[in-house]
């Protein structure tokens, strides 16, 4: 008789024990009223910045993976006149932009350094040959640079436009073109109606000339 006691002191507090961990689960899980959270797709409604390596201090980095923003207008500060333009021209001369007023102008602020601007100069050449009758004309305004490089520059692509020297950069700071190359599409009325940073096709070329050649039909 004195051997059962113990077996069913055993046996009730095994039941105990499993009733309370019965009890905790239930109180601790989660509610079953309140819908549950599913990870959202990165891009996807819904879902956050992905944050990723902490700054010091903890504070989440967010990931900048991906293509930079766009600039906005107030960049280009299109809608506004376009500031003076006037510089030494590569094998004579000068260019003043006053001078082209009533014709849709393309100006190209570039380096003979530079990939992207090397690229661009045939599309340009181009688009300078096939618009002439529309009036339009090229403008590229190299900077910081000798005129011997920028002619021999000019002389390799075949430029067919007018080639500009900003010497001391002073252009460059007033047309705010700090990355290079840089586009500015300026209408006859000399007010800039388009602009774009370097390293373009002639999709995007093309759509800066429909806002200065308006009623032209313009082609990339």
Not at 8 to 33: E, H, M, R
Not at 137 to 162: M, S
Not at 190 to 208: F, H, N, T, V
Request: contains cysteine; aromatic residues 6%; glycine residues 12%.
């Amino acid at each position: 008789m004195e051997s059962r006691v113990p077996i069913a002191t055993g046996l009730i507090s095994g039941v105990l024990v499993a009733v309370l961990v019965i009890v905790a689960i239930v109180a601790l899980g989660p509610d079953p009223g309140v819908p549950r959270a599913t990870p959202s797709a990165p891009g996807s409604p819904g879902s956050s910045v992905a944050a990723s390596p902490t700054a010091a201090g903890g504070t989440a980095v967010p990931s900048t993976s991906g293509t930079a923003p766009t600039p906005g207008e107030e960049a280009f500060h299109i809608g506004e006149p376009a500031p003076a333009l006037v510089l030494p021209r590569v094998g004579g001369g000068t260019i003043d932009l006053a001078a082209l007023r009533g014709k849709p102008v393309w100006v190209n602020f570039m380096g003979t350094y530079c990939p992207p601007c090397r690229d661009e100069f045939p599309v340009m050449n181009g688009f300078a040959a096939r618009y002439a009758e529309a009036g339009l004309q090229v403008l590229a305004i190299a900077v910081r640079e000798d005129e011997g490089t920028v002619a021999a520059f000019a002389q390799e692509l075949n430029a067919t436009f007018p080639m500009g020297l900003d010497l001391d950069g002073s252009a460059q700071r007033t047309w705010e073109a700090v990355v290079l190359p840089v586009h500015f599409w300026i209408d006859a009325e000399g007010i800039i109606r388009d602009g774009a940073l370097g390293g373009i096709g002639p999709d995007i070329m093309a759509a800066g000339l429909r806002k200065i050649m308006p009623g032209v039909d313009v082609t990339p």
